[in-house]
């Protein structure tokens, strides 16, 4: 079955530090992959997505990310760090397009704090 | 995001009671996704909806859960005799291509956080 690991429950990095959010994933062939930022009170926002060819995939708020097939991963990084990242980050995959449609599958996310 | 709207933002249920929760996109919007977010969880799939037809309800975990987009905009979410476990908050997300993530966004709503008590 497809599932998605975000080891990291909780992170607190301090601002202006760098940052690195794993995501391990499950699936017999390569998904479609995704982070997505969860605000409190808000909507998920999509950062990025990996569909294809360059493995490092620019997002937006300074984010990247970057798909390992050997690891199975697609790590999320900034090199730093702000105040208003604080937030809830969702790893997901979605098997490449079949039925017209593609249904996300998400980790549990990881909660990220920032120190001052 | 984008325009998705969802509704009541807070619902507290007592056991037994039947609600309804609404996702109102904007106009164009395809295809239309209901998940369910535990505390402390990720989003799990529910149903999928393009225009009015509901193409996958594969992730509704009872006969107690029925979702329904009559005329391809509007969708409503609804649990009948709710359970303490059906406690969540239910997210609706929305996009113009057929919903796979690969040619269009997805938006989400604020969600429907239900507490069943």
């Known amino acids: 079955a497809q599932s998605v690991t975000q080891p990291d429950i909780h992170i607190t990095v301090s601002e202006g530090a760098s940052l690195e959010l794993r995501c391990n994933y499950s699936y017999g062939a390569t998904p479609y992959l995704f982070w997505y930022v969860q605000s409190p009170g808000q909507g998920l926002q999509l950062l990025l997505k990996?569909?294809?060819?360059?493995?490092l995939v620019q997002g937006i708020k300074g984010f990247e990310a970057e798909f390992k097939r050997s690891q199975s991963s697609f790590n999320l990084r900034k090199p730093s760090v702000h105040w208003s990242d604080a937030a809830e980050y969702f790893c997901a995959v979605a098997p490449p397009r079949s039925g017209g449609y593609n249904k996300l599958i998400f980790g549990a996310g990881t909660r990220l704090a920032v120190h001052p | 995001g984008a325009g998705v709207s969802q509704s009541p933002r807070y619902k507290v249920a007592k056991r037994g009671q039947d609600v309804a929760l609404r996702c109102d996109p904007i106009?164009?919007?395809?295809?239309l996704f209901w998940y369910q977010q535990a505390l402390g969880q990720g989003p799990e799939f529910l149903t999928y909806?393009?225009?009015?037809?509901?193409?996958?309800k594969s992730g509704l975990p009872s006969d107690r859960f029925f979702a329904e987009r009559p005329e391809g905009s509007v969708s409503t979410l609804k649990i009948q005799r709710t359970q303490q476990e059906d406690s969540a908050v239910y997210l609706c997300a929305a996009g113009t291509s057929g919903g796979d993530g690969v040619t269009g966004e997805l938006f989400f709503g604020e969600g429907s956080r239900l507490t069943v008590l």
């Open positions: 909806f393009q225009n009015e037809a509901q193409l996958d």
């Open positions: 106009s164009g919007h395809v295809s």
């Open positions: 990996y569909f294809s060819g360059d493995t």
